[in-house]
Each structure stands twice: as structure tokens, then as C-alpha cells.
């Protein structure tokens, strides 16, 4: 129901834009968000944005580089990445969530739906 793209080799100080395009839910009812896995390190919240786009959180690591958006016409969330650098190498992955809290968006318990993921890989 949630397919990611994007993903790539990319240079440090380059940029990349996900794309997760959603099926076989009302899109528009739904809080969407970024997670990223490291290989060995834990699952980490990135970016997320309400149903109606007028909210959106960041990690502190992301802020000012990654802008997160959405089309509902189109149903695809979007993960702008700007300034990529290795810390960035992860695999993103998207995900849905209905009726989420303000405090609540950035928890992963929060989200129902979860994407395949798309492996970003920044080189130095």
C-alpha cells in the first residue's frame, strides 16, 4: 500500500527527493512520515506532516536540510534532501498513520501502514 522511490548513490553536499506513493487508503485522512535504519543502529523518526499539510516535524538532524510535503491529489508524501551527508546513508522508509497527536507524530507506535523502504547511500 506505501511504495517508496527515490533512493540512490549521492555525493556529500547533494541532494535527492523521495517519493512514497500510497494505494488502497483515503489518503488524505491520513498523517504520513519518514523513518530511516542505519545498518546496525536502530529504526529513527526523520520528518512527518499532517493530513492537511499545515503541521510538520522534523529531527533536529534533518532541520533546515529535509522538507517533507504531500500532494493528496496524487496521494505521494515527499522527503526533499538537501546537504546529504553520510550520517544521512540509511534506508528510508514511509509510513501512515490515522488520527496521530501532535506529541505522537514522531513515534513510530503512532504509524500503521510502513512502506518496502528506499536505500539512500551518501559517499564522501
Known amino acids: 500500500q506505501l511504495q517508496a522511490s527515490g533512493g540512490g548513490l549521492v555525493q556529500t553536499g547533494g541532494s535527492l527527493r523521495l517519493s512514497c506513493a500510497a494505494s488502497g487508503l483515503t489518503f488524505r485522512e491520513y498523517h504520513m512520515a519518514w523513518f530511516r535504519q542505519a545498518p546496525g543502529k536502530e529504526r529513527e523518526f526523520v520528518a512527518a506532516?499532517?493530513?492537511?499539510?499545515?503541521?510538520?516535524r522534523y529531527a533536529d538532524s534533518v532541520k533546515g536540510r529535509f522538507t517533507v510535503s504531500r500532494d493528496n491529489a496524487k496521494n505521494t508524501v515527499y522527503l526533499q534532501m538537501n546537504s546529504l551527508n553520510s550520517e544521512d546513508t540509511a534506508v528510508y522508509h514511509c509510513a501512515a498513520g490515522a488520527r496521530i497527536i501532535l506529541s505522537e507524530m514522531g513515534s513510530s507506535r503512532a504509524y500503521t501502514y510502513w512502506g518496502q523502504g528506499t536505500l539512500v547511500t551518501v559517499s564522501s
Open positions: 506532516i499532517r493530513p492537511n499539510a499545515q503541521t510538520t
